[in-house]
T-cell receptor, first 116, second 112 residues
Framework: GAVVSQHPSRVICKSGTSVKIECRSL??????MFWYRQFPKKSLMLMAT?????????EQGVEKDKFLINHASLTLSTLTVTSAHPEDSSFYIC????????????FGPGTRLTVL | DAKTTQPPSMDCAEGRAANLPCNHS???????VYWYRQIHSQGPQYIIH???NNETNEMASLIITEDRKSSTLILPHATLRDTAVYYC?????????????FGKGTLLTVNP
């Protein structure tokens, strides 16, 4: 099956710093990638959809200036949490659509962000 | 996309079949039924999807009723590693919106 990786798997940072999370499709090209956030004991919430070479589309209530998304290539999308605060602590998960002729999304293993 | 309804939790004995139901009574003709599962502290894992015919792969079987208003995911021989939250998602194929909307899912606990 299609494999999606994320790096880092876990990050702890101080309040006010920025954190970058990478999402890579390892064995396929992904024109569309998605970023989700999951709080403890809650379901996944879509944050934004990114298409290679164009600006990301953010869901209502998600601050685009705080959560910067870059999808510079067909295999890499990055999410940067700028000026992180403790309330940004969460589990961030990316997914990638595995090709033009399918709607199936494959998910990365997630990144646990803790902001002190 | 149509809304789905799943029981919040289910238990299953190891080695037995696990049958997870999902109601999607407002499903449209062009909407697929997708199943994902999420093991604790991991990203969701794709299991299977279907439109109207029953589907089977190495992980599970998907049975969709003739009127398409409900479906059942079957894990034929559940193991302890199948303990996870299972999500049933309905979404249309194609178009410009490929979003998946996750509900609360069903927590399946496989007991020894």
């Amino acid at each position: 099956g299609a494999v999606v990786s994320q790096h880092p798997s876990r990050v702890i940072c101080k309040s006010g710093t920025s954190v970058k999370i990478e999402c890579r499709s390892l064995d396929f090209q992904a024109t569309t990638m998605f970023w989700y956030r999951q709080f403890p004991k809650k379901s996944l919430m879509l944050m934004a959809t990114s298409n290679e070479g164009s600006k990301a589309t953010y869901e209502q209530g998600v601050e685009k200036d705080k959560f910067l998304i870059n999808h510079a290539s067909l295999t890499l999308s990055t999410l940067t949490v700028t000026s992180a605060h403790p309330e940004d602590s969460s589990f961030y998960i990316c997914s990638a659509r595995a090709g033009e002729d399918t709607d199936t999304q494959y998910f990365g293993p997630g990144t646990r962000l803790t902001v002190l | 996309d149509a809304k789905t309804t799943q029981p919040p939790s289910m238990d299953c004995a190891e080695g037995r079949a696990a049958n997870l139901p999902c109601n999607h009574s407002t499903i449209s003709g062009n909407e697929y039924v997708y199943w994902y599962r999420q093991i604790h502290s991991q990203g969701p894992q794709y299991i299977i999807h279907g439109l109207k015919n029953n589907e089977t792969n190495e992980m599970a079987s998907l049975i969709i009723t003739e009127d398409r208003k409900s479906s059942t995911l079957i894990l034929p021989h559940a193991t302890l590693r199948d303990t996870a939250v299972y999500y049933c998602i309905v979404r249309a194929s194609g178009g410009s919106n490929y979003k998946l909307t996750f509900g609360k899912g069903t927590l399946l606990t496989v007991n020894p």
